[in-house]
């Protein structure tokens, strides 16, 4: 089989993404001097890419798979297949937003408040889009950084900016309009990769591993006995993707039982699953979660 060539995030979520891999089961090895960090497979080669630059160079064929978010994907119209999300399974996740924020005395209140005005962003072709789709015509341009100075300092009447809670938007002294895109990061290929059966395996196989070391983020795995005559009490007790494993033990008045939770959810189960009977409570950490 011919090598993938993946490309991964350079930047902001470059460590993130090597450390999402190594939970998956390949070790990168970076260095500050190269842009080809070295990945223990022999079917794959890597490079570091911009994020914002990576879908339009899978699209042309450079690369067959790479990690990107769904923002750049519709800022350069890339035509590429999305083979997976990549999103944390925990409950505390929050995706990332594009909004569309102004000083916070600025009398706009609404998208159509701003027709004939300025807005600087980095997403300027979707931004674009999304007006133009609306019949509200704006101006849009590109700024290359320190976008929310751009309002406060009068040289734009908006922007539109990347967040995940708003806090930098409001430190600056904006307030947010509205949202005009929920992101999040996704693995992508080369469409005629896709088509090639061996890489699609490869492909395949890269994506399965991925969502399960995610599926994996914020959860333990409980194994514990319990007694025959509490053994109903305690699976009651025992939230599961599933239902919990349960074994009977070499004493017929005991059962083996093993169970996946929400870490944060184990501190509280615990002391109640003692005293609801169970016995030999072990929590472990999990690498990868395969749930079909």
């Not at 990690?67 to 999300?85: H, M, P, Q």
């Not at 615990?270 to 929590?283: F, T, Y």
Request: proline letters at 4%; one cysteine or more.
């Amino acid at each position: 089989m011919s090598l993938i060539r993946l490309a991964l995030p350079k930047g902001s979520l470059q460590t993130s993404t090597i450390e999402l891999f190594r939970d998956a089961g390949w070790n990168i090895s970076t260095s500050s001097r190269s842009y080809f960090p070295s990945i223990d497979d022999k079917d794959i080669e890597c490079a570091l890419v911009r994020a914002q630059e990576v879908s339009r160079y899978v699209e042309s064929g450079l690369f067959d798979l790479a990690l990107t978010g769904k923002d750049w994907i519709l800022e350069n119209g890339s035509d590429v297949v999305e083979v997976a999300d990549l999103v944390y399974s925990k409950a505390t996740y929050t995706p990332a937003r594009w909004v569309l924020a102004v000083d916070e005395k600025s009398p706009v209140r609404s998208i159509e408040d701003l027709r004939g005005k300025k807005i600087a962003t980095e997403l300027v072709n979707f931004t674009r889009r999304f007006f133009a789709e609306r019949g509200i015509e704006v101006e849009v341009e590109f700024s290359w950084g320190a976008t929310e100075a751009k309002v406060v300092e009068g040289l734009a009447d908006a922007i539109v900016e990347v967040t995940e809670t708003g806090s930098t938007i409001r430190a600056h002294n904006l307030r947010i309009v509205d949202t005009l895109l929920v992101t999040n990061t996704k693995l992508i290929a080369n469409r005629q990769s896709w088509a090639n059966e061996a890489k699609r395996a490869k492909i395949e196989q890269i994506a399965l591993m991925l969502r399960s070391a995610l599926q994996a983020v914020g959860m333990v795995g409980l194994k514990m006995n319990a007694p025959r005559e509490k053994l109903e009490e305690v699976i009651a007790m025992l939230p599961a993707l599933t239902s919990p494993t349960v074994s009977p033990l070499h004493d017929p008045g005991w059962f083996s039982l093993e169970v996946i939770v929400n870490e944060s959810h184990s501190r509280s189960l615990i002391p109640e699953l003692l005293k609801a009977g169970a016995r030999g409570i072990i929590e472990y950490p999990l690498k990868k979660v395969l749930d079909g």
